[in-house]
């Protein structure tokens, strides 16, 4: 076990040095010699440590080459994923593509809760809303987060599909994080209350293609305002 331990330490350490940038993708990582040396261990558990990374296609090994880091799409281990998205030097490309992924999902959940919620469920998602615009007036950003969180939970358990809850349930410390990021801005919150509103109105008329509609919507305006006010340069 203590091997093991030893491994699975010297994995994250050179999985934490590739996320911070010190290795991008296609750039090779040290040899055994100077990971044994850093680490202190012998050369066997650095072999294994490599042989954990590149099990997860975050390094390939290339015979008589050495081994390298792989792109980021190629990796296999949504914990790494998760852990390069949150912690992750291209933050900006990580905060996309979670809003493109929300939208393949929650649009699709959005349209099945339509036909599948009861009123107990929309009055607390109106519920939500006006937490979320009580917190909006207080300036209260956690609160704000917690209630936005809580209104799409409910959304994707009123879907009744087991695999949407499975998929979401690693990402809530990412988007709890991102949440909070972008909750920040007051314009995006005023934006998020309006919608959210828009998507409950959809969602009570259990109608399908409204709810998915209302879903996309605001995904399209979350996408917009990471754009506007989060990612954009700032002006000079």
Known sequence: MARKSLVGVVADELLDRIIAGEFPPGASVP??????ARHDVSRMTVREAMKTL???QILSVERGRGTFVNPLN????LEAVLR???E???DAAAAVQLIELRRMLETGACELAAGRMGESDLATLRGQVEAMREAHEKHDVAAFVAADLAFH???LRASEN??????FAPLHRVLEKRRTQTSEVREIQAHAIGHHRSIVEALSTRDPQRAREAMDAHMQQTLD???TYVLAEPRV
């Open 31 to 36: 040899g055994e010699l100077e990971l044994s």
């Open 54 to 56: 590149e099990a997860q």
């Open 74 to 77: 190629r990796w296999a281990s």
């Open 84 to 86: 390069a998205a949150s």
């Open 88 to 90: 992750g030097e291209n």
């Open 153 to 155: 939970d409910l959304i």
């Open 162 to 167: 087991v695999f949407v809850a499975v998929l």
């Open 225 to 227: 305002d990471l754009k």
